[in-house]
């Protein structure tokens, strides 16, 4: 079993649907981190946090350290939100700063 | 510069070839890591770096793969010999301190294609 699970794998959304992305991880961790990868392949960090809720623009991030879980919600979806969005964690412990990474939530938002 | 810089795009060797990747880091930045994104979205954790220091290597198939960050040079990273199997897509990312909590920036990537 993954340490850092996401569901769902693929999500297709109707423009202007509200939207929401689930994280879950079975490893202590300081941060979360919310990725968003384009199909040009760069990587953007959309939120990093390690508790409560954080807002961007259409864009909120929320953290339950207790229960392990954090969620992305979109609002007000757009075509241009395609891409795939990534949950990864910074763990206890780890001098190293490294990230493990969830496996990607692919969204398509159609007009 | 304001962003993470990765060199080449795109990069294509025969196997058996060398291949060397390059990253400069945000100016300020001390730590610098790499990643490797295979089949979708599986990243593996390769090697971080304080300033020109090795600060984790624990990802790294040393046979093979070598890295190194030094003063006023971009940031490289070195496959000596590839394989099949490193093909994928090696990002580079870089954050200002150690602290767990500051926000990482990303490169583009370089897609590594081994014929």
């Known amino acids: 079993k993954n340490e850092v699970e996401q569901s769902p794998q693929n999500l297709t959304a109707q423009e202007g649907e509200f939207i929401t992305i689930n994280c879950s991880y079975s490893?202590?961790?300081?941060?979360l981190h919310w990725l968003q990868q384009h199909p040009g392949g760069g990587i953007v960090s959309l939120f990093m946090?390690?508790?409560g809720k954080k807002k961007h623009g259409r864009l909120i991030a929320t953290i339950n350290i207790q229960e392990k879980h954090s969620s992305l919600h979109i609002t007000a979806s757009h075509p241009r939100d395609s891409a795939v969005y990534i949950c990864?964690?910074?763990?206890?412990?780890?001098?190293?700063?490294?990230?493990?990474f969830g496996t990607g939530t692919l969204l398509a938002v159609q007009p | 510069g304001e962003e993470v810089a990765q060199t080449p795009k795109h990069l294509v060797r025969g196997e058996g070839q060398k291949a060397k990747l390059y990253c400069a880091p945000i100016?300020?930045?001390?730590?610098v890591f790499w990643y490797q994104q295979v089949l979708k979205n599986e990243f593996k954790f390769l090697i971080s770096?304080?300033?020109?220091?090795?600060?984790?290597e624990t990802g790294m198939p040393k046979e093979r793969f070598s890295a190194k960050c030094l003063p006023n040079s971009p940031c490289s990273l070195e496959i000596q010999a590839t394989k099949l199997e490193d093909s994928a897509v090696y990002f580079c990312?870089?954050?200002?301190?150690?602290?767990?909590?500051?926000?990482?920036?990303f490169g583009n990537g370089t897609r590594l294609t081994v014929t």
């Open positions: 990312a870089s954050k200002v301190v150690r602290d767990l909590n500051s926000p990482l920036h």
């Open positions: 490893v202590g961790i300081s941060a």
């Open positions: 946090l390690s508790s």
């Open positions: 990864a964690v910074s763990t206890y412990g780890g001098a190293t700063n490294k990230l493990i």
């Open positions: 100016k300020g930045h001390s730590y």
């Open positions: 770096f304080q300033n020109e220091n090795v600060f984790d």
